[in-house]
């Protein structure tokens, strides 16, 4: 006979595996005191991010984030070649600062004449002109009025629509 | 000159070549050139919002969304024109729009704005971003509005008024700030959304969204609102000084994190016949959302409230997830094996004992084809009966009936898309709105577009009715009448198609012979419907170029439910509307795979491909594959099966998905009857009411969690993937049914249910061509498929089903319905489905967002009637019929008329459930119970009581429609200017 009888489906429970797995972690992370850090955090989550959005919220740190922000956009600015040559550059010459800190001999200013002949020395000024160039290529921007850089840099390299 | 199908067009210098007619949108994507646009979307075509996707033709600024392609088209992409149009365009977007992609829920790979800001390099905010004076909406139990995030692209405008045409939303463009208004007001919730979804999957970012998404989504989206903000305001400050470029990098970076995370599984929705197939987007077991493709064969886009927002059943707590014993009168938790050596032992007990015709199979039509096909075999080949059926004997049997009389297959004579194309659609018995709702946006589009005409036959007043250009209310069950006094008319006044009667059709004059009694006068004495309107609709009919004819449980649950829709297929053949594009018959499916059920043989007189069992060489193919000896015996089918029980013929009963205790006619005498079963296996995913008739229960996996294919109301094969894996111990049906014949001793050993497909398809002629591989991803197949794959959208293009190939005539007589109502039992009781619920409910009931919608189920009653009783919406009523009776609150509605009531279907125990009233009777050809036949009165238990609905349901709501986005109206606004020009309040809109 198949009289009709009720049944309460209990909950879903997890597999056994499952299960085992995850008290084997429950119990690591309890020992570790991991567990606590976390249950603290969690119940607090949401004031501690806020206080350390707080935190970032202030104009040094804005400063900071968005200054190694420009860094980074530089630098990925710049050719993996270009950089290369760059590091090798900067490395010969702190090699050559140090050779020249180091050989311990005075050297003498070399006056006025000294300084003429200087002028007219070919290999010098095939040395110094990058770094002029540099000096040059750093200086104009240092005189113009602060300005978002962003506007700038798009509108320039014809990227962006100018603005009306 | 250029070849046909393929136009030249110029662009940037560059000749390319592709289709003309195409936007030029979609012609340059179709050569790799990717044209930024936002509101511009294939279903919706060219809305002209977003103003980002400018080009320049002739020194003249044209949108690429709206420019056709043509042979010599010069267009120029790059220019300064051009390129700083769109940067205005994409500049005003984000004015409106704040970008905080990383902890946006819409940050999935297809945010449509995000993805254009990054595809054209847009730099930094031009114009500032200002908040709305509007609150976000949470109104909607299901989305969300942010009037914050809104681009005011109108996507969802016109996908709710022109592609669901439910007709609800608008953007009033003449207010200070414009939004998008429900009904012209602010709330979602309290309007006549219908809940389809429509508009948030169109929304191309977060500013509509489906709340399964909010905190969801993504890594970081679970943060609390007051720490979203005051996060999102240090990126944008931060924003000022480096651009968008390394906030965009950190959003990609999200993005990609999300991929690996979310899952996308296509599947087949499983509450209703239409077929919508869509993806489901899951992380573990929790669903995300519902995400409906264009590539979809039946609905595209679309969706109902149910396919987007009911799935969340699926998780249920009290899902079965372990075999259940009966013992000691209780239900006891088992092992599988246990189950099933108790399975086996006492079928094979009861077999030895009473023979196999003691036993019955109930193949499920929620389950799979493959499903299908293994209980019909499991009763066939491992039992050795024809015990088997399914539930469309409660539903679709009288229509499939109708047609092998008449045409010959047993399934719709055509595609959605002949709906669409037909000049003129004959509604009969079907809600289709509410039943076949996606089906219906296809005609409502058609009706709203195209002039469609449509005439609706039905004692209720629902949303077809209501839009349609004839609706008429015949007397209960008369529709036989009607169809056949229209048929005469047409005869007898020569309209009808001489030459395809002629060529097509026989029985001609033995059918117009049994027409004699049909005269006007008698239908309009019998149907209540003036002669001068029967007139009418014949001769429209009669006049119509391409005529369908839709219809539904109104027409087949009747205990003439086969005749009258013989008396469909009659009149469809008489004016020539079958065997051409844009005409047929089409019985629309209730079930998502009530076709499939009966297509691969859960019938008791035939095999998969509706080959009869009796026929001695089809047989003979079976033995030889099976390597078994098959039974010719006729077999029960679903409604017969309960007499058998009470006369002690069936002893023991294997219920596979179905809630019969519940949804057969006549509950009680039904229960009644399993309470005599020597030995009941049912295997479901929840405990119904039918499994506390159970000896053991078998906890079966829904849709989601096994693979299979369905068959759409159109004939439409359709593979549906695993989503998730099985909840707990349960099972999919297929493998259950499989290690079932194993434990009888069976050499089952389908590793999937691709091999039973295997085996199906190379059995049945039917379905020859059907392989996995043809039902790839989204594609599709509409049987009969021959077996190199080619299949048919269209049937009898070549001729009818029958070996001459012509369609035949069938003469009819009326038979009036079994229950009448009479001075005690007033009121007919009419019976259905709605909108927001499936079947009884065990599935939509366990979905918390459908039953915020309809929280339980009611009798509409007319104010008429309303007012007669004393009673209101909320009052509480007992309905008596001459069968039981049954307690329900009551809703007042003009939807009903007089004393007609309306009771839907959703109900699962024996205090309200509609089968407490109905009776035993059943279609005289087809066993299909008569349903919809009710004679009651009414008590009043309780006059006040809250409304059965609540306030925020649809149906209390009065849409607005219009034509579309209405984009001219904003283009008139003082403060719009065209592109490139800037705007001067671009945040505005
Ligand atoms: S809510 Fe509507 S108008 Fe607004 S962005 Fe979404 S689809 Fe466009
Ligand atoms: S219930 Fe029907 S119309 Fe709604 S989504 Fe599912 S298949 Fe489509
Ligand atoms: S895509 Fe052309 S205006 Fe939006």
Known sequence: ?164 | MPESGICTITVDGKQLLGVPGLPLVEFLAGNGIDLPHICYHKTLGALQTCDTCWVEVNGELRRGCTLKAEDGLVVDLDGDNASNARREGIDRIVARHELYCSVCENNNGDCRVHNVVRQMDVPYQRYPFRPKPYAIDDSHPMYRYDPDQCILCGRCVEACQNVQVTETLSIDWKREDPRVLWDGGEKAGESSCVSCGHCVTVCPCNALIEKSMLGEAGPLTAMPRSLKRPAIEFVKEIEHTVGFHPIFALSEMDEAWRQSEIKKTKTVCTFCGVGCAFELWTRGRKILKVQPVEEAPVNGISTCIKGKFGWDFVNSDDRLTTPLIRENGRFREAGWDEAYALIARRFTEIRDQHGPDAMMFVASSKCTNEESYLMQKLARAVIGTNNIDNCSRYCQAPATQGLWRTMGYGGDGGSISDLEQAEVILFLGSNTAESHPVLATRLKQAHKHRGQKHIVFDLRRHEMAERADIFLRPKPGTDLIWLSAVSKYILDHGLEDEAFLKEKVKHLEEYRKSLEPFTMEYAEEMTGIAASRLEEVARTLAAAETLCAVWAMGVTQHVAGSDTSTAIANLLLVTGNSARRGTGAYPMRGHNNVQGCSDFGSMPDRFPGYEFVSDDEVRARYEDSWGVKLSTNSGYNNHTLVEGIHDGKIKSLYIMGEEMAIMDADAHYVQSAFDKLEFVVVQDIFFSRTCEHADVILPAAPSLEKEGTFVNTERRLQRLYQVMEPLGNSKPDWLIQTEIARALGADWDYPSPREIMEEAASLAPMFAGVTYERLEGYKSLQWPIAADGTDTPHLYLDGFAFPDGKAKLYPLEFTPPSEQTDEEFDLHVNNGRLLETFHEGNLTHRSAALRSQVPMNFVEVSPQLARKRGIQSGSLVKLISRHGEIQVRVLVTDRVEGKELYIPENATDNIRAINLLTSDEADKDSDTPAYKEIAAKMEVLEVDGESPLPRQNFRFWKPTPIEGVRTELKWQRPDYVQPPKPAPHPEKF
């Not at chain 1, 989550?45 to 935190?55: A, D, F, N, R, T």
């Not at chain 1, 900071?64 to 530089?74: G, K, P, T, Y």
Request: hydrophobic share 35%; charged share 25%.
């Open chain 1, 1 to 164: 006979m198949a009289e009709a009888i009720h049944y309460e489906v209990p909950p879903p429970r997890e597999g056994n595996t499952a299960r085992q797995e995850l008290d084997c972690l429950v119990e690591n992370l309890h020992d570790q005191g991991i567990l606590r850090f976390l249950n603290d955090f969690l119940s607090t989550s949401p004031e501690v991010s806020q206080i350390l959005m707080k935190g970032l919220n202030t104009e040094e740190s804005r400063n900071a984030v968005q200054n190694l922000l420009l860094i980074a956009i530089a630098l990925g600015r710049i050719p993996p070649e270009r950089f290369a040559v760059l590091t090798r550059a900067f490395t010969e010459g702190l090699n050559k600062m140090e050779e020249a800190a180091g050989d311990g001999k005075a050297q003498d200013a070399p006056g006025l004449m000294g300084f003429y002949r200087l002028l007219h020395d070919r290999d010098l000024w095939q040395g110094l002109r990058p770094i002029i160039a540099g000096v040059k290529g750093f200086s104009g921007p240092l005189r113009e009025p602060p300005e978002k850089p962003v506007i700038k840099r798009h509108d320039e390299s014809g990227n962006g629509k100018k603005p009306a």
